[in-house]
């Protein structure tokens, strides 16, 4: 009983430790945003917050022109959502219930896309924005994104796990393929919907190479863009960087917080055999 509870104790000092290094950067940021006096962050950085200055915050959404740049972010990070889920939705339900050649080579060729770094890519994507001419545009920042190997993967592991007996009961009950997918397959595979939804999201939030690269107009920048502005600075606003590097992040602390019961239900479900 007691070697029982010490293992428990002995777990959550583990936990704890590895809680605090991770929460550790973003607990600085915070003390270093609301720094009364910016200077004292390069000169004699503080551990503890003790003069701080509100205002730092709507004076770094100002004049960091914030709202734009967030406007930009959601817009790409949405788009770039939907459109992974309707591809891998479409894509996994091929390779989950229908028939066809050389599906198993295809499917492999999916979960292949999946090794490539996407900074491979780069300069053929680039290339061809110019040729279509969307650089400095929405569909340059979402269109190269649309499908995503990983969100097939997932899917697929989700649909496969469904009773082939629903299939043949949405068959007599007179569905297609269409049917069955939005009546039957998409409310079963929900959780990992989410997954995939927040995942994606996450991901497209987080960029900063191809927007620095397809958007250099201040009108298409993301948030990571102005972030890095916002922190180059000079040291007389490196508390309003700070500032804004908390401001981007609260969004995705929010979609985790809201989500995270779908999240973890969804890799559950993903817990099954393919």
């Known amino acids: 009983m007691n070697a029982a509870v010490i293992g428990r104790v002995a777990t959550y000092v583990v936990l704890a430790v590895l809680a605090a290094l991770l929460i550790f950067p973003l607990y600085v940021a915070i003390v270093f945003s609301l720094v009364d006096k910016p200077v004292k962050i390069l000169t004699d950085p503080p551990v503890l917050l003790r003069d701080f200055n509100w205002r730092v915050y709507p004076d770094a959404f100002t004049n ?7 406007v930009n972010s959601i817009i790409m990070s949405l788009g770039i959502m939907a459109g992974q889920l309707v591809t891998s939705v479409l894509a996994a339900y091929a390779f989950a219930f229908l028939r066809f050649p050389f599906k198993k080579v295809l499917f492999a060729l999916f979960l292949a896309t999946m090794m490539v770094p996407v900074e491979v890519i780069f300069t053929q994507n680039f290339q061809l924005i110019l040729d279509l001419g969307w650089k400095n545009s929405y569909q340059g920042l979402i269109v190269p994104f649309l499908a995503f190997g990983f969100g097939t993967f997932l899917l697929r592991q989700a649909f496969v796990a469904i009773p082939s007996d629903l299939r043949d009961a949405a068959a007599l009950d007179g569905y297609g393929h269409f049917g069955f997918l ?9 959780p990992m919907l989410a997954t995939l939804s927040v995942f994606s999201f996450l991901l497209a939030w987080n960029q900063y190479l191809w927007p620095l690269l397809v958007a250099d107009d201040r009108q298409y920048r993301t ?3 102005a972030l890095q502005s916002l922190v180059s600075t000079s040291p007389d606003k490196l508390n309003q960087g700070y ?12 979609l985790l917080i809201f989500f995270e019961r779908q999240l973890v239900r969804g890799l559950t479900a993903g817990a099954v055999k393919g």
């Open 243 to 254: 500032a804004a590097v908390i401001m981007a992040f609260v969004p995705l602390f929010l």
């Open 223 to 225: 948030i990571q863009i």
């Open 182 to 190: 939005t009546r039957v397959v998409i409310p079963l595979a929900r």
């Open 64 to 70: 960091g022109d914030l709202g734009r740049y967030f």
